[in-house]
């Protein structure tokens, strides 16, 4: 079996705090592109660059940022070898408080929060309902009181939370009361579906981001992967859980997350190494595309910005392939999802972990 090299880089790690006002937008760029291609495309984007290595934020900082369409324009060319994941991070907050206040009280109540994406056209409901119909300081508060509890997990931060949202959810405007009054019900059973020794953890965007864009490569590509991403990023904060469910020895399954994408495993990734980025073109490639894609998702560009970004997408820009964890209008169908039927989406990766590699 011959083996497929998919180089990543990152933007917008801010560590555990996902609500830095500063830095919304995290972002994974990765691309199964050769050093000299991507040498080309740098080289003909930007022929007058000076530094040993293309930086986004150089770039776009400098008397270069017009060169950034000539770099669009030839995205054409990589656009079925380059893949994007694009997550806002207030809504990502929002999107655990569903995973661990309001899932695990659905499903054992009998029903599948993950089937057919459930849990993110649910997601897109609530933050569609907290700001449209409550002042933008109620979803501040709501996501600010989680983020508190489970960057410090204990039974006293977890009393607080407890009594929190009640408490949100008795001021809460009648049209999205049901929604912090079930995370409130989530938030007083909490210790009955969780640990609070290794919640800490689940503040972490990285990992499970990784996950999806590797799987997004498996349904593509049939050759084990390599993996090299930049030495200088915050990659393999958590490298145990990454070998463990992305290895070459994992039992098959498919998994549909909470976007209803489905995921096969294994993924067969066979090495896992860091790359001094000044090494690798295609690196340097990966971080002016993740650099671009994180500009474009900001909400708080300026006119002149989003302008200027429009037109790069027009450029090409537009023709990369994404994913995307970020408030959408896609909204549930029914309410309650449907009836649970065998293990769900959670159920099967903590089986992946459980049994770790095959012998």
Not at 286 to 297: A, N, R, T
């Amino acid at each position: 079996m011959t083996t497929r090299t998919i180089y990543f880089d990152e933007s917008g790690f801010t560590g555990y705090n996902l609500l830095d006002p500063i830095q919304p937008i995290f972002s994974i760029a990765s691309a199964n592109i050769s050093e000299d291609q991507a040498e080309e495309i740098l080289r003909t984007s930007f022929p007058r660059y000076q530094g040993d290595e293309f930086h986004f934020t150089n770039i776009w900082r400098s008397n270069h940022r017009a060169r950034l369409r000539v770099f669009c324009s030839q995205l054409d060319q990589v656009a079925d070898r380059s893949f994007c994941y694009v997550t806002n991070k207030r809504f990502a907050v929002l999107a655990k408080m569903m995973d661990f206040l309001v899932e695990p009280v659905v499903s054992n109540s009998g029903y599948d929060f993950y089937d057919e994406g459930y849990c993110w056209k649910y997601t897109n409901l609530v933050y569609h309902g907290l700001t449209n119909f409550a002042p933008p300081e109620f979803l501040n508060d709501l996501l600010g009181s989680y983020q508190e509890f489970s960057l410090a997990p204990s039974a006293e931060s977890l009393t607080a939370l407890q009594q929190r949202l009640p408490a949100m959810a008795e001021t809460a405007d009648e049209r999205v009361k049901a929604f912090i009054s079930e995370m409130a019900l989530g938030a007083q059973m909490f210790e009955r579906f969780n640990d609070l020794e290794t919640f800490r953890s689940t503040n972490s965007l990285q990992t499970s981001t990784m996950i999806a864009v590797i799987g997004h490569w498996r349904q593509n590509y049939t050759e084990d992967f390599a993996v090299v991403h930049d030495a200088s990023s915050s990659f393999m904060r958590d490298r145990a859980t990454w070998e463990t469910i992305t290895g070459p020895n994992v039992n098959p399954v498919e998994i549909t997350g909470g976007d209803g994408n489905g995921l096969e495993w294994p993924h067969r990734v066979t090495s896992t190494e860091s790359c001094d980025s000044r090494d690798s073109r295609a690196i340097q490639f990966c971080d002016v595309l993740v650099g671009l894609i994180s500009k474009y998702f900001n909400p708080d560009l300026s006119q002149e910005d989003r302008k200027f970004m429009n037109d790069l997408v027009a450029d090409g820009l537009g023709n990369i392939t994404s994913n995307r964890n970020i408030p959408g209008t896609e909204f549930p169908v029914r309410i309650p999802p449907k009836r649970l039927n065998g293990p769900d989406a959670v159920d099967l990766m903590a089986e992946i972990m459980r049994a770790g590699p095959l012998s």
